[in-house]
């Protein structure tokens, strides 16, 4: 598949659980991006990655755990997650973080049930 | 702060009437202002940005510094413009951070 792939797709775990959500792009684009959607509220970001290095922490909190290897891929690990963190969370990457003509993919997201 | 302003949680409007979505944003420098859509059951995706002054499927929307608006504009809609719409705000600091709006679903009625 071509763009931005998340999966899995959907996720149920409780709150002891430990879990990972994968994010991989192909498109050739050095920034890569996790965003929480969650029920009324906006699109939140939570990390930007730029040449897999790690720019933006929008204080999130330490049960989420970003790694990014390479370019093409972004994980995040879940730990000791609350019901509230309940949300579809979405993988985004852009050529780059700058500019005015910056364009981020989305991919088609994990909804996260924690339980 | 950082904000972006999209007083409309739904916007419903019959096929061939002008379409207005509304966004307000609020940034003390120069913002780059985006429209992002969502159809149902796909990805988001960018729909346009305000840099280009671009029409895309017949939308148009005018950076207005003095109001701090940046409203999509279509003036007849059609049934495939149903969809979520995203006002989206990067400024000018270059790190990628994009800020949303909470989203208006429009709903174009035959």
């Known amino acids: 598949e071509t763009g931005v792939t998340q999966t899995p797709r959907h996720l149920v775990m409780g709150m002891t659980n430990k879990k990972s959500l994968k994010c991989e792009q192909h498109?050739?684009?050095?920034?890569m991006y996790w965003y929480k959607q969650s029920a009324k509220k906006p699109l939140e970001l939570m990390f930007v990655?730029?040449?897999?290095?790690?720019?933006e922490n929008n204080s999130v909190p330490s049960r989420f755990s970003p790694e990014c290897p390479n370019s093409s891929h972004l994980f995040l690990h879940l730990h000791t997650l609350q019901p509230e963190d309940s949300a579809l969370y979405l993988c985004?990457?852009?050529?780059?973080?700058?500019?005015?003509?910056?364009?981020?993919?989305f991919g088609q997201g994990t909804r996260l049930t924690v339980v | 702060a950082q904000r972006v302003t999209q007083p409309e949680k739904l916007l419903s409007v019959f096929k061939g009437a002008p379409v207005e979505l509304k966004c307000n944003y609020s940034?003390?420098?120069?913002?780059?202002l985006f429209w992002y859509v969502q159809y149902s059951r796909q990805r988001l995706q960018l729909l346009l940005r305000?840099?280009s002054r671009e029409s895309i499927k017949g939308f148009t929307a005018d950076l207005n510094k003095g109001e701090t608006s940046f409203h999509l504009k279509k003036p007849f809609a059609q049934e495939e413009d149903s969809a979520m719409y995203y006002c989206?705000?990067?400024?000018?600091?270059?790190?990628?951070?994009?800020?949303f709006g909470q989203g208006t679903t429009l709903q174009v009625k035959p």
């Open positions: 940034y003390s420098g120069s913002p780059e």
């Open positions: 990655y730029n040449f897999k290095e790690q720019t």
């Open positions: 989206a705000l990067h400024g000018s600091s270059n790190t990628g951070k994009l800020i």
């Open positions: 985004a990457s852009s050529p780059t973080t700058g500019g005015a003509y910056i364009e981020a993919f």
């Open positions: 305000h840099i």
């Open positions: 498109l050739g684009h050095n920034a």
